[in-house]
């Protein structure tokens, strides 16, 4: 049950876009069409499963002082090695997006790479770190973060579909307007701080 709470707190109250404002660069930069949106979730549910489980393993076996593997604190280098798991990650996924679904890696374009620098995925991991969760808590917090994220891009994308036929003031055209959106929508998931 604890478990399941996590998931909801990460996906819905605690959400790492609307809440935390993390992650914001790929939210408004990938939310246009609903397809790409979806890929992007996809993708970062992805590498922000893995990084976790990595950077977990790694900082509880390495960088821990008195870890079994080294016995000297080195916490002090923990933003950086978690920053290099991360952005292996992404060259991995990178390059089976480009294998497979070149068409998707194609509309993802340059916010593919950034994944590396989403503060987001990083954040995560240390969170998951500075929060004490055990492995399998650490993992369920990053698939319910990656599902908030996911939620929170695929609902903007619609609306931006939608808002296309829509007739919007010329001063609020373009980026002012999906800003509001994002800002209703943070509001929104408000809502959802009762729930947990």
């Given at each position: ?13 605690n ?14 930069g990938v939310?246009k ?12 549910t992805?590498?922000?499963?893995l990084a ?8 509880v ?22 920053i290099?798991?991360i952005?292996?990650l992404?060259q991995?996924?990178e ?21 590396t620098?989403?503060c ?9 770190i500075?929060?004490?969760y ?6 369920i917090?990053?698939?319910g ?11 903007l ?10 007739d919007?003031?010329?001063a ?12 209703l929508?943070?509001?929104a998931?408000f809502g959802?701080s009762?729930?947990?």
């Amino acid at each position: 049950m604890n478990l399941l709470l996590l998931a909801l707190s990460a996906a819905l109250v605690n959400n790492v876009v609307l809440s935390q404002f993390l992650g914001l660069c790929p939210f408004l930069g990938v939310s246009k069409k609903v397809g790409t949106a979806a890929g992007m979730g996809a993708a970062v549910t992805f590498v922000l499963t893995l990084a976790s489980m990595i950077t977990y393993g790694i900082q509880v076996g390495i960088l821990n002082e008195g870890a079994p593997l080294c016995r000297a604190d080195l916490t002090f280098l923990q933003t950086i090695v978690f920053i290099l798991v991360i952005a292996a990650l992404v060259q991995f996924v990178e390059m089976v997006l480009k294998k497979l679904m070149p068409a998707l890696y194609q509309a993802l374009g340059v916010y593919l790479p950034l994944i590396t620098t989403n503060c987001a995925v990083l954040g995560v991991a240390i969170l998951n770190i500075q929060k004490s969760y055990s492995f399998l808590e650490s993992i369920i917090n990053s698939v319910g973060t990656a599902l908030g994220f996911t939620i929170a891009i695929v609902v903007l994308a619609g609306l931006r579909e939608k808002m296309e036929h829509n007739d919007i003031p010329e001063a609020f055209k373009g980026m002012p307007i999906v800003l509001i959106t994002s800002g209703l929508m943070a509001i929104a998931f408000f809502g959802f701080s009762g729930l947990i």
